[in-house]
T-cell receptor
Framework: SQQGEEDPQALSIQEGENATMNCSYK?????LQWYRQNSGRGLVHLIL?????REKHSGRLRVTLDTSKKSSSLLITASRAADTASYFC??????????????FGTGTQLKVEL | DGGITQSPKYLFRKEGQNVTLSCEQN?????MYWYRQDPGQGLRLIYY???????QKGDIAEGYSVSREKKESFPLTVTSAQKNPTAFYLC?????????????FGPGTRLTVT
């Protein structure tokens, strides 16, 4: 399996419900990031959690990180139709020559229905 | 899509032809990246550059080439040696400032080779 795999692959919920997506990874990380992609568009950064953090909030987003289990979850509360998109986790690791490299998971397709 | 532009949005080429995808950023970012995305999959790193006149191979560099002659520009050439070039190509950039880890993505170029 790949570094950074999301679960579930697809999720369909009603507006107002919460959506939870999970991400598992294999190697040590510097931080873990979540991105959103609307169909046919570029990715937009949502939130970053550092390896020494366990939970982080940003508006309706809540991210958790468990480095012992090498897993993270993204919770979107009170979902809206506009939240319909694909969500990717990306693990960030330092490169030996400097700089960082993101390794993306396969994504969760979220559909929020009215 | 921030300050990163990619052109064109759609590109059609015949098999055996080289094609160059444009990526320009006005964010004053040092690092730039090229990713490939196939349907239902996450992003895979093709090439990256942390500074002008320097670039490194990513995970799937075979059949691709890049240049970084200017800080603002990081064009990607898909050569005829790339066996499956049809894909969605995304360019990203990142600040080299300490503590800033998120990548900013362009809107993407969808390349179809027949």
């Amino acid at each position: 399996s790949q570094q950074g795999e999301e679960d579930p692959q697809a999720l369909s919920i009603q507006e107002g419900e919460n959506a939870t997506m999970n991400c598992s990874y294999k190697t040590s990380i510097n931080n873990l990031q979540w991105y959103r992609q609307n169909s046919g568009r570029g990715l937009v950064h949502l939130i970053l959690i550092r390896s020494n953090e366990r939970e982080k909030h940003s508006g309706r987003l809540r991210v958790t990180l468990d480095t012992s289990k090498k897993s993270s979850s993204l919770l979107i509360t009170a979902s809206r139709a506009a939240d319909t998109a694909s969500y990717f986790c990306a693990t960030d690791a330092r490169l030996t020559g400097g700089g960082n490299k993101l390794t993306f998971g396969t994504g969760t397709q979220l559909k929020v229905e009215l | 899509d921030g300050g990163i532009t990619q052109s064109p949005k759609y590109l059609f080429r015949k098999e055996g032809q080289n094609v160059t995808l444009s990526c320009e950023q006005n964010l004053n970012h040092d690092a730039m990246y090229w990713y490939r995305q196939d349907p239902g999959q996450g992003l895979r790193l093709i090439y990256y550059s942390q500074i002008v006149n320097d670039f490194q191979k990513g995970d799937i560099a075979e059949g691709y080439s890049v240049s970084r002659e200017k800080k603002e520009s990081f064009p990607l050439t898909v050569t005829s040696a790339q066996k499956n070039p049809t894909a969605f190509y995304l360019c990203a950039s990142k600040s080299a400032s300490g503590g800033l880890y998120e990548q900013y993505f362009g809107p993407g170029t969808r390349l179809t080779v027949t």
